[in-house]
């Protein structure tokens, strides 16, 4: 299967995915993921990176588009991918198209998950990741046993750098500017399905789950 994981930041589009791709045995491919890893590495592609993540912005196509088609065009990718903070914008979306197109491989499903802007704020600024493993977390909602320490490898947790208030702000008005019309996109395609991401982390993967079974019986 290939799923497109949508969604405003701090929707929970990475918790999800963690729970999703073990579900249905997916390769999760996150563009943001991907960026942190080079900047985290020095890559000169990183740093150009680091400069827009740090203000909220997107990333330039030339860099995000060459980066997406290499990674999907990994021989793992052919068992199934759960595409996550990509496509970003009509024109990513389009570019993926063509992408797919190439590798003979289709979207099955875009999967939007929906939360108001009081609690994405509330989500992203208590937001605590893994340096090691990249485990999400949250200080309130969803903490681990362990204060600052992953539950799963004993590594450090850490706020994002991007997860500032005045950056949060940026990043939800690029969300409402630039990555929401790609809802139309889709609609019309036939191929979206909206899931109410306010309820508990377990809920909103129930939901999802039982609706990427019945595409996958469908396949
Ligand atoms: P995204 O990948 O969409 O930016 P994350 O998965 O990183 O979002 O989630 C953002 C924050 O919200 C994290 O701190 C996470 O633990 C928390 N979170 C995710 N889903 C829920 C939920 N259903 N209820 C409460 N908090 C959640
Ligand atoms: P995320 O982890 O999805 O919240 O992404 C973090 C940051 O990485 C974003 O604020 C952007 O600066 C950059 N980024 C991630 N995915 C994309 C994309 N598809 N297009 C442009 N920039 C991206």
Redesign the pocket.
Known sequence: MFIILMGP??AG??TQAEKLTKEFALIHV???????NAVKEGTEMGKK?KE??????????E??LGI?KERLSKPDCKAGVLL??????IE?AEALDEVLEDLKMKIDAVINIDVSEEELIARLTGRRVCRNCGATYHIKFNPPKVRNICDHCSGELYQ?S?DTID?VKE?LN?YNKQTLPMVDYYERKGMYKSADGSREIDQVFADIAAYLQNKEDEI
């Open positions: 930041p701090g589009k990475g996150s563009t943001g993921d991907i960026f942190r990176a827009y993540m740090d203000k909220g912005e997107l990333v330039p196509d860099i995000v997406v996550d903070g990509f496509p970003r914008t990513q994002r991007d950056t990043r690029i």
